[in-house]
């Protein structure tokens, strides 16, 4: 019998992997793991990693500049995002993977992840498995939407996880 006392006597925590993917990995998937990892600490979950790709992106580009804006109103920093396209490894890596649109899903799946991807408003009742407004292009306004979106289903995905999560 364990010791709950004893720390030498509990297994270690394992690590759970959350990997947002968009499309360029400038906008939405930077600026999900940017909240998902706000909120992880917050709710002290020092055991969950989060990384972030694009199934069209180029390896080392920047987050958008609106990218950059809307995520330092809230708190975050973008400036050191550097983009990098989905691979295989990142999919393995991946206990989950949340995708923006449904165009996301299928190439997670064809990299071998179908068992592990969702649309991210899979788990929000208002986002109802809606895509992720893709705000590349407009003007901050749209950033902003995008931005409140987000942040809805990760609220939404997290509470979902908490049951199994939670030290």
């Not at 509990?10 to 940017?34: D, H, I, Q």
Request: net charge negative; with cysteine.
């Amino acid at each position: 019998m364990l010791d709950p006392t004893n720390d030498a006597a509990r297994p270690e925590p394992t690590t759970f992997n959350l990997l947002f993917v968009c499309t360029g990995n400038t906008c939405r998937s930077p600026l999900a793991e940017a909240i998902a990892r706000q909120r992880i600490r917050s709710r002290g979950w020092s055991h969950v990693a989060v990384r972030s790709a694009g199934i069209a992106a180029s390896h080392g580009g920047r987050a958008t500049e609106n990218a950059i804006l809307v995520a330092r109103e809230h708190g975050l920093d973008l400036e050191a995002h550097v983009s990098q396209p989905i691979t295989s490894e990142l999919v393995e890596w991946a206990d989950l993977v949340l995708t923006m649109g449904r165009s996301q899903l299928m190439a997670v799946a064809a990299l071998g992840g179908e068992e592990k991807v969702a649309l991210i408003t899979d788990f929000d009742e208002e986002g109802g498995g809606r895509p992720v407004e893709d705000p590349f292009g407009g003007d901050e306004a749209v950033y902003r939407r995008t931005y409140a979106q987000l942040e809805r289903a990760i609220d939404s995905v997290l509470a979902r996880l908490e049951p199994i999560l939670s030290p």
